[in-house]
T-cell receptor, first 115, second 114 residues
Framework: QQQVKQSPQSLIVQKGGISIINCAYENTAFDYFPWYQQFPGKGPALLIAIRPDVSEKKEGRFTISFNKSAKQFSLHIMDSQPGDSATYFCAASYFSSGSARQLTFGSGTQLTVLP | NAGVTQTPKFRILKIGQSMTLQCTQDMNHNYMYWYRQDPGMGLKLIYYSVGAGITDKGEVPNGYNVSRSTTEDFPLRLELAAPSQTSVYFC?????????????FGQGTRLTVV
């Protein structure tokens, strides 16, 4: 019930192309959906996030599309650049106890953008 | 600001040994977390804390212990290390609950148990 399923596991895209990473969840208690970006040897860093009351959020070349009825959300990277090569994690947050929330992460997608 | 600092960066332990992974943050964040990252498995929450003196279990707490005596520090203790604890460990902190702010991660500790 707490799982977030992410696909594909790896993705290779040409420079200038569109990268698309998909995630699906089951638990309707999830109410906040961030994406984290991780470069080799570094910790993950927040890239963009969305709440389920909107269907799309765009920040620069990065867009989250959210389909509440299908319980799916996806990350689109437009005009992909070699510098975007990293591992991307989708996540979902739910209220756990007291004032705390937990993040459940997907398994990650290793994106390689070819020059 | 240094952000979230983890030590050590690498460690090799023998089965049955114990060790403490150190984590400190200088952002005055109340919320702190420990995750482990295994290949192809994403990050799993081990323990978290909502403030000094308050800790709680996450998804995979067995074999670990934590304490939070100060706002800045959140050490993770491994007792009787096992090969299954070979992983990359990340400490993170946040100013607010995770639906209103981001988690800031340290650079990780790569632990191998042999």
């Amino acid at each position: 019930q707490q799982q977030v399923k992410q696909s594909p596991q790896s993705l290779i895209v040409q420079k200038g192309g569109i990268s698309i990473i998909n995630c699906a969840y089951e638990n309707t208690a999830f109410d906040y959906f961030p994406w984290y970006q991780q470069f080799p040897g570094k910790g993950p860093a927040l890239l963009i996030a969305i709440r389920p009351d909107v269907s799309e959020k765009k920040e620069g070349r990065f867009t989250i599309s959210f389909n509440k009825s299908a319980k799916q959300f996806s990350l689109h990277i437009m005009d992909s650049q070699p510098g975007d090569s990293a591992t991307y994690f989708c996540a979902a947050s739910y209220f756990s106890s007291g004032s705390a929330r937990q993040l459940t992460f997907g398994s990650g997608t290793q994106l390689t953008v070819l020059p | 600001n240094a952000g979230v600092t983890q030590t050590p960066k690498f460690r090799i332990l023998k089965i049955g040994q114990s060790m403490t992974l150190q984590c400190t943050q200088d952002m005055n964040h109340n919320y702190m977390y420990w995750y482990r990252q295994d290949p192809g498995m994403g990050l799993k929450l081990i323990y978290y804390s909502v403030g000094a003196g308050i800790t709680d279990k996450g998804e995979v707490p067995n074999g670990y212990n934590v304490s939070r005596s100060t706002t800045e520090d959140f050490p993770l203790r491994l007792e009787l290390a096992a090969p299954s604890q070979t992983s990359v460990y990340f400490c993170a902190s946040s100013y607010s609950p995770l639906d209103r702010g981001e988690a800031f991660f340290g650079q990780g500790t790569r632990l191998t148990v042999v």
